[in-house]
């Protein structure tokens, strides 16, 4: 299935946000971080500033999310991971309010609750955690209350290559196949789980053999390109709606920063980054835009503009909002 | 020489590198498993400048597959090695916990003592940094709970070393627990009082023998990992008002050294309890339990008093979570509320 211009549009579109979204949380977060304002003889203080705690960014993996959201619908179910941005932007998370949560404020998703591993949106059925292997099963269990319910919804989990690792995945796919669940389980192969080369953690060259394991179609889609992600994840999701079961994806992508902000990045060589960013999947897709002459530099700019314009908002309205109270720590432990 | 050695500070997380170093220099049965503790020197640097010492042999990255490497540790320890698995953060338990709480901590019972499990779990511990409620628990509490486990929470570089190496010699399942904020990162701001002097040779201390931090008539604040140096902060505001507060720092869970909180208990009369872990049934009570028990035999002045993560998840914004984890100032208003009351 091939993507039609509006849904190659549609995924341009999206990857820019989430590159302006993720550049953006580069420099936001470090505010304040740095010496001299911290502690005496730190380089770096991940508890300062406005935006505190660990952030993992997603600059490079934008063609994993919007490949696959591109098929989605609102009540399809997205369960991500730790580095969750750009499944959430390509969900049509409340940017606002995911934004405000990064900044701990009562406004946020979870009003502070939460912070950027753990965004919860239930109006698009979009959650995280910061648990590596722990969404799979709950995707299973979202698909499962789908066919219960009658509905053709699906849900997707999506994961690193290091979670493949994990003893809950294993048992999600056994499951999924089991009982021929509509769920898609889209692996991100970033070729690092923190500082682990893939070779060093994976016993196989690829997460997609795995599938025959379970009894289940696995799909390689082998370079970083969201009409590549498209056209793999477009049948996965047709044949979940069809009620035919899961079907598992791996996706070749690149991670362009570190592990989370403030990674010495020790662990690969110093220009790998800066190689990687060569096949930058935004440009990859522009080309191709313009090739259909769908895209020219006056529609690139404006489009680019309403988009910085949508991003920077959220963050002024993350740095502006009010934070909670601090006995509102108490709230929320049960449901009312 | 000997004068260098004498002033010679480390940071915890160098104190734990070099016990857990000596030890492997000295006995090739011990090696360690974790996810990134090879190149990386662990994410805490708690196996730092290890693998360049020993190699990938001894020194193993692990792949994120806590129920296997902690599986694995069980087995090996079967066997006659002594391997040390690192469980990155506590709050990843819940993936390997059937291993430790069912497997590690039983095996030894349910052999009739015929099987030894010399396992030392490490683990990061504690918030304090905005990093939530998966990555922010201390759960010392929930491991100290099933029989058959040693639980040690240091709260500074020279405990840590000589705790570390104790627990590697001892035959028994031993998890160590060292709280982020004070292993002197470079990266999160920390409570320099744990960075302290730390002899160059190996040394043990012993387990189930609290440490009198602070000599005080008024009340005692009996406390362990972190909130130790907070305790040690808010002591010295109080103080300044004439309150004279003794602090125990308890070093280890199990076992608990029950005496040294029991004297201290009844020369002053008055118990606050300061922990990092949630309060309900937890530390703060067993604390309480202990001295409730002795009501015979010590005379309080005022009831007990108990200062905990009001059992809510840790949350992530910055005043919750300030809020929820008690900081020096909550410590001190504790103790002069605590100043106040009687038993009448
Ligand atoms: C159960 C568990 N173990 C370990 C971690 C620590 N951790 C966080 S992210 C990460 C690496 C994950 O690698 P991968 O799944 O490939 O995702 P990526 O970070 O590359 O996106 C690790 C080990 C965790 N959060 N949860
Ligand atoms: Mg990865």
New binding site residues.
């Given amino acids: 299935m091939d993507p039609t211009s509006e849904q190659l549009l549609w995924m341009y579109e999206k990857m820019v946000e989430i590159r302006e979204y993720e550049e953006t949380m580069a420099k936001v977060y470090l505010e304040g971080k740095l010496p001299p304002k911290i502690q005496k003889g730190l380089a770096f203080d991940i508890g300062a500033g406005p935006v505190p705690g660990e952030m ?1 960014l997603a600059a490079g993996q934008e063609p994993v999310a919007v490949g696959v959201c591109a098929h989605l619908r609102r009540e399809d179910t997205v369960v991500g ?3 969750p941005h750009h499944f959430a932007i390509a969900k049509d998370v409340d940017l606002l309010g995911m934004t405000s949560e990064m900044f701990g404020k009562a406004n946020g998703l979870g009003k502070g609750k939460g912070g950027h591993m753990h965004l919860f949106d239930p109006a698009v059925k979009f959650s995280c955690s ?4 722990a969404g799979a099963p709950q995707a299973c269990g979202a698909a499962l209350a789908a066919k219960k319910l009658g509905k053709d919804w699906v849900a997707v989990s999506f ?5 493949a690792n994990q003893g809950a995945f294993h048992e999600a796919l056994n499951l999924a196949s089991l009982w021929k669940l509509p769920v898609i389980f889209v692996c ?1 192969d ?1 070729k ?3 500082s682990v080369e893939k070779s060093a953690s994976t016993a196989i060259e690829s997460n997609a053999d795995r599938a025959a394991g379970y009894g289940m179609p696995g799909v390689l889609v082998d370079t970083n390109d969201a009409v590549a992600v498209f056209r793999a994840a477009g049948e996965a999701v047709a044949r979940a709606r069809r009620g035919e079961g899961p079907t598992l994806i791996e996706v070749k992508t690149d ?1 362009y920063l570190g ?1 989370f902000q403030g990674d010495p990045e020790t662990y690969r060589p110093k220009n790998e980054a800066q190689q990687l960013r060569q096949h930058d999947p935004i440009v990859i897709l522009g080309a191709q835009l313009r090739a259909r002459g769908e895209l020219d530099d006056a529609k690139d700019a404006a489009l680019r503009s309403t988009i910085s314009a949508r991003v920077q908002a959220a963050y002024e309205h993350g740095r502006n909002s009010p934070y909670p109270a601090p006995e509102d720590a108490l709230l929320h432990v049960f449901a009312d | 020489m000997s004068t260098a050695n004498k002033v010679r500070k480390l940071s915890m997380a160098e104190a734990i590198s070099e016990g857990i170093g000596q030890e492997m220099a000295r006995d090739e049965r011990v090696f360690v498993m974790g ?1 990134d503790i090879g190149k990386y020197g662990g994410i805490f640097s708690a196996t730092t400048g290890l693998l360049d010492q020993f190699g990938p042999e001894r020194i193993m990255d692990t792949p ?1 597959s ?1 129920t296997g490497f902690m599986g694995a540790a069980i087995g090996a320890a079967a066997e006659g090695l002594r391997p040390i698995s690192e469980l ?1 953060f506590v709050d ?1 338990f819940g ?1 390997c916990f059937d291993q430790i709480y069912n497997h590690l901590a039983k095996n030894t019972y349910m052999s009739g003592g015929a099987c030894k499990f010399p396992v030392v779990i490490t683990t990061g511990i504690g918030g304090g940094y905005n990093d939530a409620a998966q990555h922010s628990q201390c759960l010392y509490a929930m491991f100290a709970h099933v029989p058959g486990l040693k639980v040690v929470v240091p709260s500074n570089a020279y405990d840590a070393k000589g705790l570390m190496i104790q627990a590697i010699r001892d035959d028994n399942p031993v998890v160590f627990m060292y709280h982020k904020g004070i292993m002197g990162l470079s990266w999160m701001s920390y409570f320099e009082g744990s960075t302290n002097e730390v002899p160059a040779e190996p040394y043990t201390i012993p387990f189930g023998q609290a440490k009198v931090v602070r000599d005080g008539k008024d009340l005692t604040i009996v406390t362990l990992s972190q909130m130790v140096q907070k305790s040690v902060l808010a002591a010295d505001k109080l103080a300044a008002e004439g309150i004279e507060a003794e602090i125990i720092d308890l070093r280890t869970l199990v076992p608990l050294d029950k005496e040294t909180v029991l004297r201290s208990v009844a020369k002053t009369g008055r118990l606050l309890v300061a922990d990092e872990d949630y309060l309900s049934f937890g530390v703060s009570g067993e604390i309480a339990a202990i001295v409730a028990e002795q009501l015979n035999h010590l005379q309080l002045k005022a009831p007990v008093r108990r200062l905990a993560v009001p059992d809510v998840p840790i949350p992530f914004s910055r005043p919750l979570e300030q809020f929820a984890i008690p900081q020096v100032d909550a410590i001190a208003a504790e103790a002069r509320a605590l100043m106040q009351l009687t038993l009448d």
């Fill in positions: 993992h991971a730790h580095r910061g648990i590596v292997g994961f690193g290559e290091g979670a991100e970033n690092y789980g923190i991670r592990h | 996810e994120i806590e990155m990843f993936v």
